[in-house]
């Protein structure tokens, strides 16, 4: 959370709001903030799933995903992020971003790589899968 945050407040990392909040913090208490929200439990996005598209996006991640977001995106590193139980909304737009090369994003070039090869069904299973994780 602490290179996100400091991305953001660099400019390095684009944004509707978060970049001009993130300005507002010296990079000491985005430290403080960010060990703060370390310390919460994960609190997974809960919805109605449709079993075919689970099972859609588990074939899918097993395919293109497994690689890098183990652990079915819970695994974290400096790297990759945690997806598992974000919204499905969310994930479903951080992908079409990495398909679509719109903006400047710090993950690898392999992220743009992979989803140029997903459909918008593929897309959303994916995100279905993600959030539906704990």
Excluded at 66 to 71: Q, R, S
Excluded at 101 to 113: R, T
């Amino acid at each position: 959370m602490t290179r996100v945050m400091l991305e953001y407040k660099q400019g390095k990392r684009s944004a509707t709001i978060m970049n001009r909040i993130a300005k507002g913090y010296k990079e000491y208490e985005l430290r403080k903030i960010s060990r703060y929200f370390s310390r919460k439990p994960w609190g997974s996005f809960s919805g109605t799933e449709k079993t075919a598209m689970l099972e859609r996006g588990r074939a899918l991640h097993r395919k293109h995903c497994a690689e890098c977001h183990e652990d079915f995106g819970r695994h974290i590193d400096q790297d990759v992020p945690r997806i598992a139980g974000q919204t499905p909304r969310y994930l479903y737009m951080q992908m079409a971003l990495y398909r679509d090369g719109v903006e400047n994003l710090p993950q690898p070039s392999e992220m743009a790589d992979k989803m140029a090869l997903l459909d918008e069904t593929d897309m959303k299973a994916l995100a279905q899968l993600y959030s539906s994780i704990d």
